[in-house]
């Protein structure tokens, strides 16, 4: 009777970590997909040459923001639209504007933070900002905009 409660809890247990997997493999699919083809069209469309990094960002229009280099090995940021109409596509060249360690520094020295959950550079209406996602030390969720221009502050969402 022992080893079918234990044959019982180990199956169990196995079959919950695998259908674990499966769901969070599944969800994370079409980001995957989404980021891929923004990968594609910035190569083709001669804004990159050589890809480094991507990742989706929604802010008042989703936009997929690849990063890389261009043919003079020069490095930019390319805002893909996800509907992925190569005429909408804008770029910004890396040296024009804060790096991300710019922008961390720029939030830590007027918030308290705890703990950083995201940096993203994406693009909304005033042009390219850094979104800094994070929790404050009493653990409330916070949303900051930093203008990637010139490090000042755009939008500040607090204590949610």
């Known amino acids: ?3 079918w409660i234990i ?7 196995s079959l919950s970590l695998v259908i674990s997997v499966l769901v969070i493999w599944k969800a994370d699919a079409p980001f995957n997909k989404i980021e891929k083809q923004a ?15 991507s990742y989706v960002y929604n802010g ?3 936009y997929v923001t690849v990063f890389g280099v261009d043919e003079h090995g020069k490095e930019k940021a390319v805002f893909v639209p996800t509907s992925l109409e190569d005429n909408l596509i804008q770029e910004v060249f890396m040296q024009d504007g804060i790096t991300k360690e710019q922008a961390l520094s720029v939030l ?6 705890k703990e950083i959950l995201h940096t993203k550079l994406g693009l909304e209406d005033v042009g390219p900002v850094w979104e800094i996602t994070y929790k404050n030390g009493s653990e409330k969720l916070n949303y900051v ?10 939008k500040r969402i607090l204590n949610l």
Do not use: C, H
């Open 145 to 154: 905009y930093i203008l990637f221009e010139d490090g000042q502050w755009w």
């Open 60 to 62: 008042n229009k989703p």
């Open 7 to 13: 044959f019982i809890s180990v199956f169990i247990l």
């Open 108 to 113: 830590n020295e007027e918030e308290e933070v």
């Open 1 to 3: 009777m022992k080893n």
């Open 39 to 53: 990968e594609e069209l910035a190569i083709s469309s001669g804004s990159l040459a050589e890809v480094s990094d």
